[in-house]
Nanobody, 115 residues
Framework: QVQVAESGGGLMQPGGSLRLSCVAS????????MGWYRQAPGKQRELVAS???????NYADFVKGRFTISRDYRQNTVYLQMNSLEPEDTAVYYC?????????WGQGTGVTVSS
């Protein structure tokens, strides 16, 4: 079993930056894939970015060039650096861990992009 906890959300003006953190309860090298998803009001949850245990990354088209997923294995933490934020990025951002025993979600952290 894996527990994940997100932090780092908040209110930001358009064009600004935020960094989200996701701390896992076990070594992230043991987790097949860790990802960031988001869910805007009235919309379905969607993949933002993911990183495999081998370090391969994948991004949704709408964040390519703006967001970067990275990890710190010493801290069992995966980050989502979000630059050039747009109002359309407003959503609750969830961390996801795809592990051998199942898929685990955090509680989410809210991001609001508004002037």
């Amino acid at each position: 079993q894996v527990q994940v906890a997100e932090s780092g959300g908040g209110l930001m003006q358009p064009g600004g930056s935020l960094r989200l953190s996701c701390v896992a309860s076990r070594s992230i090298f043991s987790i097949n894939v860790m990802g960031w998803y988001r869910q805007a009001p009235g919309k379905q949850r969607e993949l933002v970015a993911s990183i495999t245990s081998s370090g391969s990354t994948n991004y949704a088209d709408f964040v390519k060039g703006r967001f970067t997923i990275s990890r710190d294995y010493r801290q069992n933490t995966v980050y989502l650096q979000m630059n050039s934020l747009e109002p359309e990025d407003t959503a609750v951002y969830y961390c996801n861990a795809y592990y051998v025993s199942g898929t685990y979600w955090g509680q989410g952290t809210g991001v609001t992009v508004s002037s």
